[in-house]
Each structure stands twice: as C-alpha cells, then as structure tokens.
C-alpha cells in the first residue's frame, strides 16, 4: 500500500451525480443535532442521523463536530480503511447513512468556510496532503504491527480516575474547609493535570471504549471549575485549523495578544507590564464564561450535559468555595481565591498555552492540513516519565495534533517515525527543551507588543 492509497481509495469511491442538491456551509450548519445530523466529507454532504447511536466510539465524540466538515478531523482519527465507510454507497446502506448533497464549491472566504455558528467555521485546505497520507499510513501501520493500545486499558483509567478525584476532593476540603493556602497553590497543578490526561483525553476519544468511564473522565473538567462541553466545541476548530481566525481558543481578542493572528490594539504595547497581573484573572473569567456558554450560547449542547455540568460543578467547587466565606471568613476565604487564581491561571499558562510556541503561518498561505499541524506546533522535552504520565503526553504535541484520537501514551514510540516523515519532506519537527519553549513565547509576546 502507497502512500497515496488514501487518497486513491477516496477518489475511486466518491460517488459522483450531478443532480446531487448543492449545499451551502451555512445550511449544513443547521443540521447539528441529534434529531438531524449532517457531516461533509470530501465536499460531500451525509446524514448520519441512524448512525450516531451506533458510532463504535459512542456519539459524544461526533457531536461536537455535527453541521461541519469532518473530512481531516475523519482522516486524522482513522486510517483509509474507515472512511469506506463514507464513500462506498454499500457500507452507507448497511450502516444507515445517506448521501445528502454537496457543498458549494463557492462557499469560500479567505480558505475559511463560515458555519451558522462562529464554532463551525473550517478551513479549506488542498485536496492534495502527500505527507498526511504517508503519516497516516505509516503510523497505522506500526500501530497494527506492535500492537499498540489505541485506547488506554480499564486498569489505567480507573487508577487515573481514582487519583484525580481523590486528588480533587483532597484540594476542594483542605483548601476551603481548612484554609489551606497551599492546597490553594497545588489545586492549580491538579486541575490541569486532570483536565489534559483524563478530560482532554476523553473527549478526544482515546480514553476507554467504556461510556460511563468516559462520563467520569469528563465531567472531571466540570468538578474542576471548567465546562467539558463549551471546551470541546471550541476546541474542533482548534484542531482544524490552529492559528488562524477561525480557531476560537487562540483568535478572540484579550487584553493580551499571545498569538500572531490576534488583531493587534493600541493597548497591547504595554502588555509586558500589565500582562502578569491581568492573567491572574484567566481562570476566574473562565470559570464564569464556560458556564454561561454552555448554558445559554451553545445550542448543540443537550439538557442532560447541562444538568451533568451544573451538578459537578456546583457539589466539587461552586458550593465547597461559597461556604469557605462563611466557615473560614472572608479574609483567609478571599486569600484563598486570590491564591487558586493565581495557580490555575499561571500554571494554564505555562503548560498549556506555550503549546505552540510562536510558530506562525499566515492565513492566506494554501498548505496542506498535516503541514499546519506540524508548523504551528511544538513537541518538547520533559525530562521526566511520571510528569509526562500525569501531563498526558501533551508535551509531545504535534503527534497530538496529527493524531488527537489515539492513546497519548503511544505518541513517544510514533515520535521517531513522525520526524523521519517531516524531514522527508522538508517540513521542520521543533523538539525543543521546555526552557527553549518558555523563551521563545515571551520572545514573541514582547514582539506582539512592539507591533
């Protein structure tokens, strides 16, 4: 098998009528729910509606995605094989999918399709990814060979489930029942550490093929102060297209400006001065924001995540923080706060969002998707195996980003193969000390300031 099966296979497959209906990239934004789902592949319209409740990976990890074009969030899940699924009218009729229409070859602005919702907007990349198709087929292939672990065993996740929410409930008593402040300053380290390795995990779909495993892994990103299903929304368009104005976690304007694409204002040539004070005020505003979003802005999320988000939130941190200002009294309860800020959103900061150095591709450039993902993203170099377990693998972050729906604890042995397939075609694999990584982002905000 070539390199180019993959796109073969998809060519010799795809049906071709010219009396399908044209769709717009609006209109197949409204089919986004259970009742009326649509994905485009390949510019392709399908109505998986029958189809959800039977997705081996179960339809939570398709939801999100509903009303967009999957096609490099498909290819970068599955290898060829999988997308027969799509492409051969056979397997569609077996499965219950339906071939719907096709998307308007001129619903383009800038390489951006803009969705009913700013949250499924997609980039429109060349049909033509040589290095995608050789990275796919090859990692696949070693996937298969060794036998390696696509989802992580029972035994780890449930040993992972067990440490973070002993390590969580630990935080929650002693930081607001007993005023500990240094419960305060390790809860920010716990938070994201169960956030990255079990929810970021989850919602990828390389946890555990168990849903109500995978429930649990979830909702930790709700007991922790967060919303799982405002992150997952927001974070398909990071995946499909990271740096550019469509990605909702990078692009929308702040009081800051992390990354290139985020347009410059008059305030920003100060941001070295006020930067380290506003930023203690990232994880409070998100506290507030994700839920509002995934309470009232979001329509794809269900009334039963509501309620799950609500519960989680409300009984592991809402109430436990609300009552600290009555048992422990303002003062130690309001030092407390000041401390978790501080914690969450400097350790956010330091771990999450340096991910992607300060690599930039201008957004009028017409590379391939596998390209951007290398490009704008960053692997680098913990030094430690027990951080790295807890970190997730995040570290190794552009095999994350080629291949988000697989096990993280697979993404050391694909690492060799990635590069060798990079430098093959002139691509540049950044694997960098964490030192390096850290320099090289305040480098770039100080250079966003100036300009």
């Known amino acids: ?209 168990y849903p109500f495993i995978n429930l649990l892994g979830r909702c930790l990103w709700d007991a922790g102060g967060y919303a799982a299903c405002c992150w997952d929304i927001e974070h398909q368009g990071h995946h499909q297209a990271p740096h550019t104005s469509i990605d909702l976690q990078t692009a929308p304007a702040t009081g800051m400006r992390f990354f290139e694409h985020q347009r410059p204002k008059w305030f920003h040539r100060y941001q070295m001065f006020y930067m380290w004070l506003l930023f203690v005020f990232y994880s409070p505003v998100s506290w507030v924001m994700h839920s509002y979003k995934t309470l009232c802005v979001y329509p794809t999320v269900r009334p039963l995540d509501k309620a799950l988000h609500v519960g989680f939130k409300l009984c592991f941190f809402i109430v436990p923080l609300t009552l600290s200002f009555w048992l422990l009294g303002v003062g130690v309860a309001a030092r407390n706060l000041l401390v978790l800020s501080i914690s969450m959103s400097y350790f956010s900061l330091f771990t999450l969002f340096i991910q992607h150095e300060d690599a930039y591709l201008p957004e009028e450039v017409c590379e391939s998707w596998s390209v951007r993902q290398v490009v704008t993203s960053v692997s680098w170099r913990s030094g430690s195996a027990v951080f790295e377990w807890l970190f997730g693998y995040f570290n190794y972050h552009i095999e994350h980003h080629l291949f988000p729906g697989l096990n993280p604890s697979v993404y050391p042995r694909l690492q060799p193969l990635v590069k060798d397939i990079c430098q093959k075609y002139g691509v540049r694999y950044k694997h960098i000390s964490y030192l390096e990584l850290v320099r090289s982002q305040l480098r770039a905000w100080r250079r966003y300031a100036i300009h």
């Open 1 to 209: 098998m070539d390199t180019t099966s993959h796109e073969g296979l998809c060519a010799a497959a795809l049906p071709v009528d010219n009396q399908l209906p044209l769709m717009t990239y609006r209109a197949l934004g409204r089919h986004n729910t259970d009742e009326s789902a649509f994905i485009a592949y390949r510019d392709l319209v399908f109505d998986i509606t029958a189809f959800l409740s039977r997705h081996p990976g179960g339809r939570d990890i398709v939801r999100a995605a509903l009303g967009t074009d999957i096609t490099q969030t498909l290819d970068s899940f599955h290898d060829a094989h999988v997308s027969r699924l799509l492409v051969t009218e056979r397997l569609r009729e077996q499965y219950g999918i339906a071939l719907a229409g096709k998307l308007s070859p001129l619903d383009v602005v800038r390489h951006n399709r803009l969705g009913l919702h700013d949250y499924q907007s997609r980039r429109q990349y060349p049909p033509a990814d040589p290095m995608g198709d050789e990275l796919r087929h090859e990692v696949f292939g070693l996937l298969r060979q060794e036998c390696l672990p696509t989802q992580k065993s029972l035994a780890e996740c449930l040993v992972l489930l067990a440490l973070f929410y002993g390590a969580l409930v630990s935080c929650v008593y002693l930081a607001f029942f007993k005023g500990s402040w240094l419960a305060c300053l390790v809860f920010g380290p716990v938070a994201t550490f169960m956030a990255v390795n079990v929810g970021h995990t989850v919602m990828h779909g390389g946890f555990s093929p």
